[in-house]
């Protein structure tokens, strides 16, 4: 596993850095959502029907959980994940699986008033949180976001629209990771990056065996809390299935990825991918 080596990342390390960064991420907004939102393009998608059902049914307190069962420290690992996409100032960039939002509002924080954010989900429930998000947030910068249900394995993009592409939660949970790699290598710019944030598949036993135990004793049982235990006892078979991060790299180049390193975050947890084109 690589570890970060750019000097540009190293404040993360620093907790006045991570403190501020946690507490400047828009607090979790819990509004109505809309039937049949107006604001999302629809496209066909091709999933694991199981998978979409969950995601739809734990949206309504999914911000809810990630604040407590991170202690809030997913807001740090996902403006990590941005830096690491690259995007700037007037950037195009794709949000894929893109959840609630939070990625998204991230992005259209950094590419600002002249650049563009598709946020991608094949969640609705998921979509109708994030459009609420955007508008109850009233940032100006935040309506140059556009929210699209489709198929993470089948992109309604054009080959090299975007200049960036980031990645939340969502590669683990996809049913052909190559396929979903192969696909935002095509609609991705020659020489951009993407930056996909997870859960880490560690190699090491006592990391392994801490993530287990989060999972089993404080993940399902403060989801229990929400009526979704059975939902959240996937996460420990979704991890154990998942690649590591060295298979990541490898998979990266192997699609077409002309470099690919995976930054091991928050002690071998979590994990984020980082692939040029």
Known sequence: ????????????????????????????????????PPFLRHRPIQCAADRQALF?????????LNDLLSLGQHRIWKRMAVSW??????????DICCGSGDLAFLVSERVGY???????DFSQEQLSI??????????????????VEGDALNLPFSDGTF?????????????????ALEEMLRVLKQGSKISILDFNKTTQPITAAIQ????????????????????YKYLSKSINEFSTGKELE??????GFSTSRHYEISGGLMGNLVASR
């Open 1 to 36: 596993m690589a570890y970060a080596a750019n000097s540009n990342l190293l404040p993360y390390n620093s907790p006045a850095i991570c403190n501020r960064m946690a507490s400047s991420l828009p607090l979790q907004l819990r509004l109505p959502l809309p039937t049949n």
């Open 250 to 255: 490898e998979l990266a180049l192997e699609v």
């Open 56 to 64: 739809n049914r734990i949206a309504p307190v999914y911000d809810n």
């Open 85 to 94: 996409s690259g995007a700037k100032a007037g950037d195009c960039v794709l």
């Open 163 to 179: 200049d960036a592409i980031t990645m939340g939660y969502g590669l683990r949970n996809v049913v052909d990771k190559r396929k």
């Open 114 to 120: 002249d650049g563009k954010v598709t946020g991608l």
């Open 212 to 231: 287990e135990w989060m999972i089993n004793n404080i993940v399902v049982p403060v989801a229990s809390g929400y009526g979704l235990a059975e939902d």
């Open 130 to 147: 994030a459009s609420s998000r955007q508008n109850s947030l009233s940032k100006p910068c935040y309506n140059n976001i556009e929210w």
